[in-house]
């Protein structure tokens, strides 16, 4: 059991404290920031899941990223992928729709690719998901390339 940001060896404790409350291996220094992100950004626990599964997988991303318009939940700019995590997904309104399809369409404007992934997906298809995204990154790696 370690830290999964900075490989801290953690206690049974700090390992249970972290698992119920965030979902991964965190050491304590590292669970309070994330705390405080969540607090501060209103980050889905799930984009810190995630976060971490690619991190895992090798994949450099970053969390709450600004593009300059609003903050986006993961940001791969490697591949200039856009992660976006619907916390509520069955509670959509078509007031949150077309906002949402209107930031998709700002970022795609400024040559990102934006996907919307529901939290129940992550909390448990993590792997999997994490698979897919991979498999996402490979198609615009390439098309990338291509233009």
Not at 101 to 110: A, C, D, G
Not at 127 to 147: F, P, Q, S, W
């Amino acid at each position: 059991m370690t830290c999964l940001e900075c490989s801290k060896k953690l206690d049974y404790l700090e390992h249970r404290k972290s698992m119920d409350l965030l979902g991964v291996e965190l050491c304590e220094n590292h669970q309070t920031r994330m705390v405080k992100l969540i607090e501060m950004k209103n980050t889905p626990t799930e984009a810190i899941q995630l976060y971490y599964g690619l991190k895992e997988a090798g994949v450099s991303a970053m969390l709450e990223w600004w593009d300059g318009n609003k903050s986006v939940d993961i940001a791969i700019s490697r591949v200039k992928l856009n992660i976006e995590i619907d916390a509520e997904y069955s509670m959509l309104t078509h007031e949150q729709a077309i906002n949402d399809l209107e930031r998709t369409m700002h970022s795609f404007k400024n040559g990102f690719t934006t996907i919307r992934i529901p939290h129940v997906l992550i909390k448990h298809y993590l792997k999997e998901t994490v698979h897919n995204i991979l498999g996402i990154m490979e198609g615009l790696k390439a098309n990338i390339k291509v233009i």
